[in-house]
């Protein structure tokens, strides 16, 4: 019978694709135990239980698969807060939280005015729902073309306490929409068609990663209908993949021409917002 502690460094040699197969290992052992990691550290040289022990080896099993744990354990933290998943929902990335964090700082003074955010391509909720919790005062639209994703959506803005200022719908971008808002995020498909994805990313929905030959389609579909659900005073915010934030960009400037652009890093010092603002209002554009 192997401890705790062995259990877990045993099904971290098992997993030789992931690049963190010591802290999966771990995050999987939570899950299994129901313990937090001081508990595992108190608990390191205690005898695993079977039950907890045959549901820690299942998992570890699915993970050396690749199949991301998002998925193996149907949620995932973002922002402080975990969201449940479902199949085909997008995992929430670390990264679209410099997303969440531009448009945040942009807003500054402005956090407790009534706000109208819309998001598109809402996923599993968590750029509008982080948005909202932090907005007290604002409410939120959150737009899908997956069914699955718009009741997920549901379900994690009921659980965050934002479910009365959230709606969703199912619908293709902006086509049907008909409101002005004040703030549009949107982190849409960005891969090319062509390209290939690591194996984490081989178990996501395609119609969550993939847009055409150059993987802008989304953008241009975005861009092209953006004038019917903003006014010149409205902050527009996309995340964007690798080198396509001065193509994003541009694209942004020729749909809002009176517009001010800035483009933030993530933490990896790696392009991924792209901020779009009335040049005569007063934003927070330094992160």
């Known amino acids: 019978m192997e401890t705790i502690g062995q259990s877990i460094r045993t099904g971290a040699s098992l997993l ?14 939570r899950a299994a135990t ?16 079977d039950d907890a022990g ?28 975990t969201f449940e998943l479902a199949p085909g929902v997008l995992i929430p990335r670390p990264d679209t939280e410099t997303l969440v964090e531009a448009v945040l700082n942009a807003v500054g003074h402005d956090a407790h005015e009534p706000l109208r955010i819309c998001d598109l391509g809402v996923g599993s909720g968590c750029i509008l729902v982080s948005l909202l919790e932090r907005l007290p005062n604002a409410t939120g639209v959150g737009v899908d073309i997956n069914g699955s ?40 498909p960005y891969v090319a068609s062509n390209d ?6 081989s178990f996501e929905d395609d119609r969550a990663l993939y847009a055409g030959v150059d993987g802008m389609d989304a953008y241009r579909r975005i861009c092209a209908d953006i004038g019917k659900i903003t006014d010149k005073c409205s902050l527009v915010a ?10 994003v960009e541009g694209m942004v400037r020729l749909a ?12 990896a010092g790696r392009e991924r917002v792209v901020l779009s603002w009335d040049a ?8």
């Open 16 to 29: 030789h694709a992931s690049t963190t197969p010591m802290l999966d290992a771990r995050i999987l052992m």
């Open 34 to 49: 129901g313990m937090d990691d001081a508990d595992l550290i108190l608990n390191e040289k205690t005898v695993l239980a």
């Open 54 to 81: 045959a549901l820690f080896q299942a998992y570890i099993d699915r993970r050396a698969k690749r199949e991301p744990i998002g998925h193996i354990l149907g949620a995932k933290d973002f922002m402080g807060r």
């Open 149 to 188: 994703a718009i009741k997920v959506a549901r379900r994690n803005a009921g659980s965050a306490g934002v479910g009365a200022r959230a709606s969703f719908f199912v619908g293709d971008w902006c086509a049907a929409l008909n409101a002005d808002f004040n703030v549009i995020v949107a982190n849409p």
């Open 196 to 201: 290939a994805v690591d194996g984490d990313c």
């Open 238 to 247: 996309f995340e964007v993949g690798a080198e396509q934030a001065e193509h």
């Open 256 to 267: 809002r021409p009176l517009a001010e652009t800035k483009i933030f890093c993530d933490l």
């Open 280 to 287: 005569s209002q007063q934003k927070n554009v330094e992160m």
